[in-house]
């Protein structure tokens, strides 16, 4: 047997393989890297650019975004996901496109809360992009995670308000006493009336949950959610006269 070598053989120099100096192939190494990193998607600096929703959605329809390493960076993409994935813009496109973009803003999404996850925006997104990729169960599961982290938080009362009402007839005990919870925060506040006002006008199961709900307050909160309701009223009656 052939004795092996105390010490490993010298290898040629980097330049002396490539014929090509060290600096220029490192500076194409980095140039090759940035160029991958950004088709993944710095989706962070194009919202910064300020890209149109449409051209948005097809680039998310098509790679993930990169997960951002600031809570802003993070929000500003969850939010634009949000946006994007509304009717307004998501009619335009396919079945196929509006799923795959669901499934990366989730995976945006998931990724938020297992970096922070008290993140109440966080799982709420995580609730909306499963619903709307049509994982109900995990979406009641995330909703009731932002009804927790985000208990006082009224704009995402909001936000958890529509989403739990598209998923009404599946919600189990503890997500329906979020949602309760959540109706009564939205009833007691000027903003929040206005939010849920229109609903109860148009839909009669949500007229019957609601008004249960504000015979529990104060007298003053009452009236407040009768004069916004009036007005909804009045805007709906002129929308459809307009019609």
Request: glycine letters at 6%; charged letters at 20%; a neutral charge.
């Amino acid at each position: 047997m052939t004795a092996l070598s105390a010490s490993p053989p010298r290898m040629r120099g980097f330049n002396s393989i490539v014929g090509t100096p060290a600096p220029l192939v490192f500076a194409a190494v980095a140039l090759l890297a940035l160029s991958v990193w950004a088709l993944k998607g710095d989706f962070t600096s194009y919202i910064d650019s300020g890209g149109t929703d449409s051209a948005f959605f097809e680039r998310l329809s098509h790679s993930p975004p990169e997960q951002p390493t600031s809570l802003s960076g993070t929000e500003a993409l969850l939010m634009r996901c949000e946006t994007v994935l509304s009717t307004a813009v998501a009619s335009k496109y396919s079945e196929a496109e509006r799923l795959f973009v669901a499934l990366h803003c989730r995976d945006l999404a998931r990724g938020s809360i297992q970096a922070m996850p008290s993140y109440a925006y966080g799982w709420y997104s995580l609730a909306l992009f499963s619903y709307l990729s049509t994982d109900h169960q995990g979406a009641m599961e995330a909703l009731e995670q932002a009804q927790l982290a985000g208990r006082n938080e009224q704009w995402l009362a909001e936000r958890r308000v529509r989403l739990a009402e598209n998923l009404f007839a599946s919600l189990n005990g503890p997500v329906l006493a979020g949602h309760e919870a959540d109706l009564t925060l939205l009833a007691r506040s000027n903003r929040g009336v206005r939010s849920i006002a229109r609903r109860y006008v148009e839909n009669e199961g949500f007229r019957e949950r609601i008004t249960a709900i504000v015979e529990t307050l104060p007298q003053a909160d009452q009236a407040r959610f009768l004069r916004s309701v009036r007005s909804a009223i009045a805007t709906l009656t002129q929308d459809q006269s307009a019609s």
